[in-house]
């Protein structure tokens, strides 16, 4: 059996030199490139590819890696947003993905965020660094005080939704997949809109999927509290990030954290020191004392790596064998 793995970085080779070691009969290639259908080729004779990109996957990119003999395609990711999922059927590629890598690491850093645009860590650093040691304005508000708006209880939004009780704050939640336990506990509201009626912080945790597009607009935004909260640490698209400007601009939304940004793709995870930054919205939305932006590192932990390079390998030595793996993207 033969796996070839795109776009490996430094980071992750750790994990993937353990999981080698762990697998001597497995025949494992890498490369630092993404797929792309130029570096399709690299994988010829490989049984499946294992893969992280932000770029897509396109049907070009399929196209060539199947003409390679490569079967199956292991995401070491949750998010599919980026397949098209029509090529793969059309050249029989099995997928799988890594649902559950580490729901702590993105769920922590949310509910992070939310607490530092609470007690207003920003202004505050920014204040001490200058010397200036008072503690006016910068005043903070409790999470006990807050109804959190938990949108999405997967993995993650449960994960959130439990460190949100130790913090005491008052948890609404929506799906329109309802999981048993939270039910039992009261916790859904039954319409997105009866969460905007009540929330003061809202966080996001559902997936990128075209239904959700621009779900985040000025016509919902509209139906949120005065001086709401919002929290995205799920996928850019689900932010009609111009309708969040405006409303930042005139005060309807207090504080916004995102660590996911519609045009993120060549602009984070790049080192812009000494630079300006080429999108003038990144610059503004950085530039303000109330709106928090990470380059997409909610995920970016040592164990949510780990498991991303082990489940995504495991997932394509389970194709090879002919197995279905836990991890299987049905499409
Ligand atoms: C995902 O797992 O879908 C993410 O968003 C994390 C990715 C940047 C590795």
Redesign the pocket.
């Known amino acids: 059996t033969k796996i070839f793995a795109y776009g490996i970085r430094d980071d992750e080779k750790p994990a993937l030199q353990a999981w080698e070691a762990a697998h001597p009969e497995i025949e494992v290639d890498f490369t630092g490139e993404l797929l792309t259908p130029e570096t399709a080729e690299l994988a010829n004779g490989a049984d499946g590819a294992v893969v992280?990109q932000?770029l897509d996957y396109t049907r070009a990119s399929l196209e060539a890696l199947a003409a390679g003999g490569v079967k199956s395609l292991s995401?070491?990711?949750?998010?599919?947003d980026n397949i098209d999922f029509d090529a793969a059927r059309e050249f029989g590629f099995k997928i799988s993905?890594?649902p559950v890598?580490s729901p702590n690491a993105?769920a922590e850093h949310s509910i992070i965020q939310m607490s530092r645009l609470l007690r207003r860590t920003k202004p505050l650093d920014a204040k001490i660094a200058n010397h200036d040691l008072r503690w006016a304005p910068t005043i903070g508000r409790e999470m006990r005080m807050q109804t959190v708006g938990v949108i999405g209880t997967g993995h993650i939004g449960q994960v959130s939704i439990n460190i949100l009780k130790g913090f005491g704050a008052k948890v609404i939640a929506f799906d329109p997949y309802q999981n048993a336990q939270l039910a039992a506990e009261g916790l859904y509201v039954d319409t997105l809109d009866e969460l905007y009626a009540q929330a003061d912080v809202i966080s996001l945790y559902v997936p990128g999927v075209a239904a959700n597009h621009h779900m985040i607009n000025a016509d919902s935004i509209a139906k949120m509290k005065d001086g709401v909260i919002i929290v995205n640490c799920?996928?850019g698209n689900l932010v009609d990030i111009d309708a969040v400007i405006a409303s930042l601009d005139s005060g309807k939304i207090s504080d916004f954290a995102m660590d996911?940004y519609e045009n993120e793709v060549g602009l984070f995870n790049e080192d812009w020191s000494g630079k300006e930054f080429p999108d003038a919205k990144i610059a503004d939305l950085i530039a303000r004392p109330n709106v928090l932006v990470t380059p997409?590192t909610?995920?970016?932990t040592t164990k949510a790596v780990e498991e991303?390079v082990h489940q995504s390998f495991d997932a394509a030595v389970a194709f090879a064998a002919g197995q279905t793996p836990e991890t299987v993207v049905e499409y």
Do not use: C, E, K, P
């Open positions: 992280y932000q995401l070491r990711n949750v998010g599919t993905n890594v890598y993105i799920s996928r996911v997409h909610a995920f970016y991303m």
